[in-house]
């Protein structure tokens, strides 16, 4: 299974739009909003999608243009090295952040007393998104920078072929599949699964019925997140860790490219999952949406009385005849 060009170009053009306006969007309201703004569980959504509009202006355009030209907007190694960074920067960032968050929310749902103490808020909430920050933006400098300026780029290849450079170091390669990629993405799934679960079994616990309709968000935003990363990010990491294993790069190399196009779009969709899963910001969109048709002036065509003039046109007729 391969992708055209075109098609990834199309495809990027009409989704990365309005995920943009989005993310700009929901940023607007969590930074004005005090109650967004304070509240511990926005935090490290706010971090992504601010990582998120950054990635999308920068690397998911630049990917847009080579998709559309056929090769890369400025042929230059610096532009290369640049490019890939913030590509994989990103990536990893997004990814590592999702799966804090998703471990953080079992923490603010059932022991939501640990950051009462400025201590513990520090140590379990702050502390965790500042490394994941230090931790990708030093992994990708020393990885990338150090190691990918042996290889020539090829101007004509997505992100000038520097990419995949983690298959000569076997170590190397195996710490970016199974620690970078393959556990977030678990942790993601796992967790995101569980606190449906655990909700359930906590009201069975205390002896409360489980009405499934009281929990239709919070099951529907669960499966959601858990089928997009399974669905569109599972596929390019295994053949990743099958690749940096031994497996030879000729082997599923066109499913392989396209796997990898298909996880990109995990980001695109994460602006429109944040604003379905928080109930503010969904009723803000809902009263723009409201205002925005009240200001649309409708414009409906005015029918005339066209018997009465018929009616005038046949008396005048008769005082001819007459």
């Not at 109650?35 to 509009?53: A, E, K, P, S, W």
């Not at 799934?189 to 655990?198: A, C, K, M, N, Q």
């Not at 899963?277 to 009385?305: D, G, H, N, W």
């Amino acid at each position: 299974m391969f992708i055209p060009s075109i098609i990834r170009f199309w495809l990027f053009l009409i989704v990365v739009i309005p995920s943009s306006f989005c993310i700009l969007f929901n940023l607007y309201h969590f930074l004005v909003d005090r109650t967004l703004r304070q509240g511990l569980n926005n935090h490290v959504i706010i971090i992504i999608l601010i990582f998120d509009f950054l990635y999308n202006i920068f690397n998911i355009i630049w990917l847009t243009y080579f998709y559309y030209m056929g090769d890369s907007l400025s042929l230059r190694s610096s532009f290369c090295l640049i490019w890939l960074y913030i590509d994989y920067t990103g990536y990893l960032l997004l990814l590592l952040l999702a799966a804090w968050g998703s471990i953080e929310r079992h923490i603010l749902i059932f022991n939501k007393n640990i950051f009462l103490r400025k201590k513990k808020r520090f140590l379990f909430h702050y502390f965790p998104i500042i490394i994941i920050i230090i931790y990708s933006f030093f992994y990708c400098i020393i990885i990338y920078f150090f190691r990918s300026s042996v290889i020539a780029p090829d101007y004509v290849k997505s992100r000038c072929n520097l990419t995949y450079y983690t298959n000569d170091t076997s170590l190397i390669g195996i710490w970016d599949s199974l620690i970078n990629n393959i556990l977030p993405t678990l942790i993601i799934v796992i967790f995101s699964l569980t606190l449906l679960l655990r909700v359930w079994y906590r009201k069975y616990r205390m002896r409360q019925r489980f009405h499934w309709r009281n929990y239709k968000k919070l099951t529907i935003q669960s499966l959601s997140i858990s089928i997009i990363y399974i669905i569109l990010y599972f596929p390019s990491i295994i053949l990743n860790l099958a690749y940096t294993i031994g497996l030879s790069s000729n082997i599923g190399a066109d499913l392989y490219s396209s796997t990898l196009y298909l996880s990109y779009f995990v980001g695109l969709f994460i602006p429109f999952l944040s604003m379905v899963s928080l109930p503010e910001l969904r009723a803000k969109f809902k009263k723009l949406f409201r205002f925005y048709r009240r200001a649309t002036p409708i414009v409906a065509p005015q029918i005339l009385p066209m018997n009465h003039l018929d009616h005038r046109r046949i008396v005048g007729k008769t005082h001819l005849a007459k």
